[in-house]
């Protein structure tokens, strides 16, 4: 079953603005794409300090597992969640049945400037994976069953 659509050229473009621009705006260190499985699909910010694949598989289950306790008690939908440390902090939410925006920040910051921006980013997101899923509705990547040694065929060469 397929849960990513197909990205092409001008969608990573466009991810990549909005998450350039939310990292402007919110003084994040980093935010994360990812599925929810915890495959990363787009970053910006500091990546040299940060093992952005691993955060991203440890952020996809804690969300998860949030998701398991909203219905042990009752609770239709926790639709993010925060971590809160002495220096950096976490904020994990929703973008819609199959992605997460994952936001490192310095604690100091604060939770109500990355939330008040992350609600317009994660709209401009879920916008963009909309436009890619409806360009091909029948096409798409389910990134739990790719091949990690070869992954050659998710990745065509541009046409000149």
């Known amino acids: 079953m397929a849960t990513l659509p197909q990205l092409i050229e001008e969608d990573v473009r466009q991810l990549d603005a909005v998450l350039a ?4 705006q ?7 794409v990812i ?15 940060l093992d952005f694949t691993t955060i991203g598989a440890l952020a996809s289950g804690a969300f998860m597992a949030n998701q398991t306790i909203a219905g042990l008690v009752n ?31 310095k604690s100091q910051s604060g939770v ?3 939330k008040y921006y992350a ?9 963009q994976l909309a436009v890619a899923r409806d360009r091909n509705p029948s096409a798409g990547l389910d990134l739990s069953a790719m091949n990690v040694i070869d992954p050659q065929e998710l990745f065509r060469k541009k046409s000149a």
């Open 119 to 127: 609600t317009g980013a994660v709209k401009q997101i879920a916008q």
């Open 75 to 105: 609770e239709k939908n926790f639709d993010s969640i925060y971590q809160q440390g002495e220096k950096f902090s976490l904020f994990v939410i929703n973008v819609d049945e199959h992605c997460l925006l994952v936001v490192i920040f």
């Open 112 to 114: 109500g400037v990355v």
């Open 35 to 49: 599925d929810k499985g915890g495959f990363l699909l787009a970053h910006h910010g500091d990546a040299e300090n």
């Open 21 to 24: 621009t939310f990292v402007a």
């Open 26 to 32: 919110s003084d994040a260190i980093a935010v994360l």
